[in-house]
Structures are given as structure tokens and as C-alpha cells.
């Protein structure tokens, strides 16, 4: 029974391959006509297996919707086409703007350059303002005492040697 099967199976691959062979050099679209055409192995086995039959049934009703619809789809009309042409064309112009960054470079470098030219001048003012303020070097002649002092502790060793240099 299971050797059966197998040969069965097997013959239906066969028949169907050879099936779809004789529908595509076929341009028929009835059963009975392709049956006909069909070489008398092929038609004895597509006459006893239901399956088979039922197959090439099939194919030639899908070859008959094909042929309706492609009449129908063969013209979409100026409206279709101007719709589809748009919507490319918009899709073009999207990952155009997105693929290339470089667009908003200008606008950019201008505003980098104000940016930096206001920092600088913010940086040079404070500069100016925070300037520590150095006094004139001081410069003492010899012999001449220096009145000027920065400590009190410096104020009294001048008058302390004010006091021993004078006789």
C-alpha cells in the first residue's frame, strides 16, 4: 500500500509538471481543449486523478482572471500616471533634502561666525577690565631715603636709620 502511494504521488508530480509544460506552450483557456492537447499518457492519467484534473482546472481559471484584468490594467489613464509621478518625484525631493546634510552648512557658518565674533569681543573687554594694575617701578637714587613704605614694620626701621645716620 505504501509502495502505492509513493508511485502514486510520484506519477502526479510528473503529470503536473508536464501539465504546466503543455499550458505554457497553450494558449487556450478551456478544459476540454487543453485536455485534447494533452498527449495520451498525460490525458489517461489527468482523466483518472481528480487532483491532477483539479490542478489544471485551476490554472486555466487563473489564466482566464489574467486575461480579463489585463485588458483593464493596460491603460491606467493620465490621471494615474500623473499621481504616481508626483508622489516619485516628492519622494526624490525628501530623501534628497535628507541624504545630503551639507544643505544647511551656510546658515550655519553664519551663525558660527557671529557667535564667535561676539565671544571675542566679550573676551577682550573683560581682558581690558581685569587687568592687574601695576604701579611704576620705584627707583631710589643713592643716599636719598626712600619716605615711602608698604608696612608699618618698614616705616619704623626707616626712622630707626633716619635716627643712627643723623649725628
Same mark, same amino acid.
Given at each position: ?106 546658515? @550655519? ?52 636709620? @633716619? ?5
Amino acid at each position: 500500500m505504501w509502495n502505492w502511494l509513493k508511485a502514486q504521488k510520484r506519477q502526479c508530480g510528473a503529470a503536473q509538471s508536464r501539465t504546466q509544460d503543455l499550458m505554457n506552450g497553450w494558449a487556450g483557456t478551456d478544459a476540454a481543449e487543453c485536455l485534447a492537447a494533452a498527449d495520451g499518457e498525460l490525458r489517461q492519467h489527468l482523466e483518472t486523478c481528480a487532483d491532477c484534473l483539479d490542478g489544471m482546472e485551476q490554472s486555466l481559471a487563473a489564466r482566464r482572471m489574467l486575461r480579463q484584468n489585463a485588458a483593464a490594467a493596460a491603460d491606467p489613464g493620465a490621471a494615474f500616471t500623473r499621481r504616481i509621478m508626483l508622489a516619485v518625484n516628492a519622494a526624490a525631493e525628501q530623501s534628497a533634502a535628507v541624504a545630503n546634510p551639507w544643505m544647511a552648512l551656510p546658515a @550655519v557658518a553664519s551663525r558660527m561666525a557671529w557667535v564667535c565674533a561676539v565671544a571675542l569681543l566679550l573676551a577682550a573687554v573683560w581682558l581690558h577690565e581685569t587687568r592687574a594694575y601695576v604701579p611704576p617701578a620705584r627707583s631710589t637714587v643713592s643716599g636719598e631715603i626712600s619716605l615711602v613704605s608698604d608696612s608699618a614694620a618698614e616705616n619704623e626701621e626707616v626712622l630707626v636709620s @633716619v635716627a643712627r645716620s643723623e649725628p
